[in-house]
């Protein structure tokens, strides 16, 4: 076979994988192809209309997993079963238009044919933000079995799919290998479609789109670009997880920044007990300069920065959970840890009253008078001071992580102070 043509599937087959077959037949010399039609998860007519297929396309092969294995390990798993020099990813929603025949092959093949350092080829070329570089997107793509030999297949870290695209292209980079797009591209009406010289149609993320076969699409895309960064653009990946500078983000192995490293090793030298309870925990990382025999339980509102603390393992006994402090339903704790998190809540001072219940000790800190608009659009509550904290032993911990016993004047090498508080039930 000249071509291996590799379709994953997931239901949708009489919306999707039919009328791309049926294109396909339409508009390509079939003696050329190899088919394979990767179905996974499929609880609609797909293999029924597989076993309809196997009668009429002689160099058809199928792969079947019945449960939903993901984007990536569908492809791979045709990939696998492919033996073609030419290899084609192409999504099920994908419709070829009125052409000679093959003409959408040999516009991909084109570039292969004229420089022998190409590898992948397709129809449209992004840029990834989060990985900072050029892609060829995946709904219709050419690789060349070499670059298959040299860097292995698609990363099946992405699952469901997003990303593993990007991914891919840039090993083929490093390997030395070549990707362009075929298409010229013109701008249409709708911002979201493009009109070109290469005859296909893309409705685009059809699958992961019906929420009735994939379930917070956003949010898995948004976990993939992640995956993605943290492999390929590690800046970006603390950039976004610090949601526009609005936590402090450390992973294992990082230094921190002398203010958070002064504000837990104050916590460490103040805790009561060892059954401790963090609120706003971030990536985890201030249990490290906590004491090794505690008991910890660390919350944030974001499941994405929970996965991350729970990744880095940080010591035994730490357990990091996805809740909304307002709706959680508190235990009773030794001590509860509370950092630059009241003036985050429109309810913040009596979210630190509630917590005063449930404590021996509560350690907080928070800015001291900050104006409005000085830390951006995440503060809700502004001109904290001293007024505010009633029964709470208060200090102040400067921009460079010095803590006193006074303010240190605001200034040019000091622009903000925070204080730093105890509360303790006698």
């Known amino acids: 076979m000249k071509y291996t043509i590799v379709i994953p599937t997931y239901n949708n087959c009489e919306k999707y994988l039919k009328p791309c077959v049926d294109s396909l037949i339409k508009w390509s010399t079939m003696e050329d192809i190899e088919l394979v039609i990767s179905a996974n998860g499929c609880t609609d007519n797909t293999k029924a209309y597989l076993n309809y297929l196997s009668t009429s396309i002689p160099n058809l092969k199928t792969v079947w997993n019945d449960s939903a294995i993901g984007f990536a390990k569908a492809t791979n798993a045709g990939i696998k079963v492919a033996t073609a020099e030419k290899i084609i990813l192409l999504n099920n929603d994908v419709l070829l238009l009125e052409q000679q025949k093959n003409q959408w092959l040999h516009q991909?093949?084109?570039?292969?044919?004229?420089?022998?350092?190409?590898?992948?080829?397709?129809?449209?070329?992004?840029?990834?933000e989060p990985a900072n570089t050029e892609f060829i997107i995946f709904f219709c793509a050419m690789i060349s079995r070499n670059v298959f030999d040299r860097i292995g297949l698609l990363d099946e870290q992405f699952e469901v799919g997003g990303s593993e695209d990007t991914d891919f292209c840039i090993r083929a980079k490093n390997a030395g290998f070549k990707f362009n797009s075929v298409l010229k591209k013109i701008p249409t009406n709708n911002p979201k479609w493009y009109s070109g010289n290469f005859p296909i149609f893309h409705e685009g993320e059809g699958t992961v789109h019906d929420s009735n076969l994939v379930k917070n699409w956003n949010?898995?895309?948004?976990?993939?670009?992640?995956?993605?960064?943290?492999?390929?653009?590690?800046?970006?990946?603390?950039?976004?997880?610090?949601?526009?500078?609005?936590?402090?983000?450390?992973l294992k192995g990082d230094s921190v920044f002398p203010r958070e490293t002064q504000r837990y090793q104050w916590a460490n030298h103040n805790l009561y007990g060892n059954k401790i309870l963090e609120i706003g925990c971030s990536t985890g990382y201030g249990v490290q300069f906590l004491p090794n025999d505690i008991e910890y339980l660390g919350?944030?509102?974001?499941?994405?920065?929970?996965?991350?603390?729970?990744?880095?393992?940080?010591?035994?006994?730490?357990?990091?959970?996805?809740?909304?402090?307002?709706?959680?339903?508190?235990?009773?704790?030794?001590?509860i840890i509370a950092f630059e998190v009241i003036e985050h809540l429109d309810n913040g001072l009596e979210l630190a009253e509630r917590l005063k219940k449930h404590c021996k000790r509560l350690l907080i800190t928070c800015p001291w008078n900050e104006p409005k608009g000085f830390w951006?659009?995440?503060?809700?509550l502004h001109g904290l001071n001293e007024s505010h904290f009633s029964g709470f032993s208060i200090k102040y911990i400067s921009e460079h992580g010095n803590i006193t016993e006074q303010a240190i004047p605001i200034n040019e090498s000091n622009r903000c102070n925070l204080m730093i508080m105890s509360f303790t039930n006698e």
């Open 299 to 335: 919350l944030d509102y974001d499941p994405i920065i929970v996965s991350v603390a729970n990744e880095q393992y940080w010591k035994p006994n730490c357990e990091f959970f996805y809740a909304d402090i307002n709706t959680y339903k508190l235990e009773q704790y030794d001590t």
């Open 108 to 128: 991909l093949e084109a570039p292969f044919l004229e420089d022998s350092n190409f590898g992948i080829t397709g129809v449209i070329k992004e840029y990834s």
């Open 219 to 250: 949010n898995t895309f948004s976990i993939n670009s992640l995956k993605l960064a943290k492999k390929h653009n590690p800046e970006w990946y603390r950039w976004k997880l610090s949601n526009n500078y609005e936590r402090a983000v450390f």
């Open 376 to 380: 951006g659009e995440h503060h809700k």
